[in-house]
């Protein structure tokens, strides 16, 4: 390496150091963990303040260069046991995440020995608990039905929206188009997805699942993320599911549903919309102060 590229190497980690504000370490502890292969990083920001861009999020996100991740939780003291925020694989902010709140609920279930927890999230305190045999469950409230509550463009019917397919409109902390098709195998979901996913009728982009009715208690489902792409589960798409199979009288309220990655099962209840599902802590890290100045250049 020459002088002056040394010297710019320097000049420019110590650009960042002087960047970051004392809430953000050099380094950066991180734990990966898993729902049914719908796997995220998450943050313990409960003992101190952790600054986290959409930048970062992003870079993070990113399966050669960063991590990996469909989505990115942040664990920080609030009301309740923790106050959980959510980030999708390209940096953008999320109220809901089903399965990451499971995960994070399981790790502070075994940290605490509680059974029970009270989580905050920006779509509310979610109530988590211990389902035995090492399923968590976590009541993820009530779905948004109405147009301005999911949030659509306009005033629309939202069990059948006057699009091609005619899906269902759910709001579940975040947006969510379910259609349901004879073949969800069939499905391109890579081009079908992103096309749903940025309808005109959803401002805030949408979740994508194509599901098939296999029984009055049991449905084939895949998924497209917004702001991720194609994951392998969703717990609030699980959520959304079933509340408009629910609703168009093609299932009854407790439903099994399987995914590329698994089976979660979900009963939609007069508290709110309980999922219940396996979790995994894969292993804990560190992003290095090398990762982290080269987020700034």
Same mark, same amino acid.
């Given at each position: 390496? $020459?002088?002056?590229?040394?010297?710019?190497?320097?000049?420019?980690?110590?650009?960042?150091?002087?960047?970051? $504000?004392a809430q953000t #370490?050099?380094?950066?502890?991180?734990?990966? /963990?898993?729902?049914?292969?719908?796997?995220?990083?998450?943050?313990?920001?409960?003992?101190?303040?952790?600054?986290?861009?959409?930048?970062?999020?992003?870079?993070?996100?990113?399966?050669?260069?960063?991590?990996?991740?469909?989505?990115?939780?942040?664990?920080?003291?609030?009301?309740?046991?923790?106050?959980? @925020?959510?980030?999708?694989?390209?940096?953008?902010?999320?109220?809901?995440?089903?399965?990451?709140?499971?995960?994070?609920?399981?790790?502070?279930?075994?940290?605490?020995?509680?059974?029970?927890?009270?989580?905050? $999230?920006?779509?509310?305190?979610?109530?988590?608990?211990?389902?035995?045999?090492?399923? @968590?469950?976590?009541?993820?409230?009530?779905?948004?039905?109405?147009?301005?509550?999911?949030p659509l463009s306009?005033?629309?019917?939202?069990?059948? *929206? #006057?699009?091609?397919?005619?899906?269902?409109?759910?709001? /579940?902390?975040?947006?969510?188009?379910?259609?349901?098709?004879?073949?969800?195998?069939?499905?391109?979901?890579?081009?079908?997805?992103?096309?749903?996913?940025?309808?005109?009728?959803?401002?805030?982009?949408?979740?994508?699942?194509?599901?098939?009715?296999?029984?009055?208690?049991?449905?084939?489902?895949?998924?497209?993320?917004?702001?991720?792409?194609?994951?392998?589960?969703?717990?609030?798409?699980?959520?959304?599911?079933?509340?408009?199979?629910?609703?168009?009288?093609?299932?009854?309220?407790?439903?099994?549903?399987?995914?590329?990655?698994?089976?979660?099962?979900?009963?939609?209840?007069?508290?709110?919309?309980?999922?219940?599902? #396996? $979790?995994?802590?894969?292993?804990?890290?560190?992003?290095?102060?090398?990762? *982290?100045?080269?987020?700034?250049?």
């Open positions: 390496m $020459t002088k002056n590229r040394a010297r710019v190497d320097s000049f420019r980690h110590r650009r960042y150091m002087r960047s970051m $504000t #370490p050099p380094e950066l502890p991180f734990m990966k /963990m898993h729902g049914l292969g719908n796997d995220f990083v998450v943050v313990d920001a409960r003992e101190r303040a952790i600054q986290i861009t959409p930048r970062l999020a992003s870079a993070m996100a990113d399966r050669h260069f960063g991590i990996g991740f469909d989505q990115l939780a942040i664990i920080s003291a609030g009301s309740g046991d923790a106050h959980l @925020t959510f980030y999708n694989a390209d940096g953008s902010g999320s109220a809901a995440c089903g399965n990451a709140t499971r995960c994070i609920a399981r790790f502070l279930m075994d940290e605490t020995g509680k059974t029970e927890l009270r989580l905050s $999230t920006d779509h509310g305190l979610l109530v988590a608990r211990d389902a035995g045999d090492g399923l @968590t469950a976590v009541n993820m409230g009530q779905p948004g039905l109405r147009w301005d509550e999911i306009e005033p629309v019917d939202t069990l059948e *929206l #006057p699009i091609d397919g005619a899906p269902t409109a759910t709001g /579940m902390g975040n947006p969510h188009c379910t259609f349901f098709v004879e073949d969800a195998e069939a499905v391109p979901l890579e081009s079908f997805g992103p096309r749903i996913e940025t309808h005109p009728l959803f401002p805030q982009r949408t979740n994508v699942q194509v599901a098939r009715i296999v029984g009055r208690d049991h449905i084939r489902m895949r998924v497209w993320e917004r702001g991720t792409g194609v994951t392998l589960a969703s717990g609030s798409s699980s959520c959304a599911t079933a509340v408009a199979a629910a609703r168009r009288g093609l299932t009854g309220r407790k439903v099994r549903i399987d995914l590329d990655g698994g089976t979660l099962w979900i009963d939609w209840r007069e508290d709110g919309v309980w999922m219940t599902g #396996p $979790t995994a802590h894969v292993f804990s890290g560190t992003l290095t102060a090398q990762f *982290l100045a080269g987020i700034a250049e």
